[in-house]
């Protein structure tokens, strides 16, 4: 009896871990599930080039993007992004790369 209780007890306790490390999907990873296209992706991108202060990205899907965050968190694009000697295609690049490796907030 004692291993059945044992038992029952490592299970439920995997199933509470497992509810509550839900992973937060990536904007590559929705791209990757069709629930974000690569025109929305260039949108947000284009967006972000025209005004750096733009308002977070919207998603067909609900998910919002906040752009300058995902810059932000992501060291590379921050120092290229902040030099004024990068080309605008890397720029370009760096932006997309940012937005695809971020995460959103579902709407």
Do not use: N
């Given at each position: 009896?004692?291993?059945?209780?044992?038992l029952?007890?490592?299970?439920?306790?995997?199933?509470?871990?497992?509810?509550?490390?839900?992973?937060?999907p990536?904007i590559?990873?929705?791209?990757?599930?069709?629930e974000?296209?690569?025109?929305?992706?260039e949108?947000?991108?284009a967006?972000?080039?025209?005004?750096?202060?733009a308002?977070p990205f919207?998603f067909?899907?609900?998910?919002?993007?906040?752009?300058?965050?995902?810059?932000?968190m992501?060291?590379?694009?921050?120092?290229?992004?902040?030099?004024?000697?990068?080309?605008?295609?890397l720029?370009r690049?760096?932006?997309k790369?940012?937005?695809?490796?971020?995460?959103?907030?579902?709407g």
């Open positions: 009896m004692s291993q059945v209780r044992c029952l007890a490592w299970f439920i306790g995997k199933r509470i871990v497992s509810i509550m490390t839900k992973e937060i990536s590559g990873d929705l791209r990757r599930k069709s974000v296209t690569d025109e929305e992706i949108a947000a991108t967006a972000y080039l025209k005004e750096e202060g308002s919207a067909k899907s609900g998910h919002t993007i906040d752009v300058a965050k995902a810059i932000e992501h060291p590379q694009a921050k120092k290229l992004l902040a030099d004024e000697a990068t080309t605008p295609g720029r690049t760096m932006v790369t940012a937005i695809v490796m971020g995460f959103p907030v579902q």
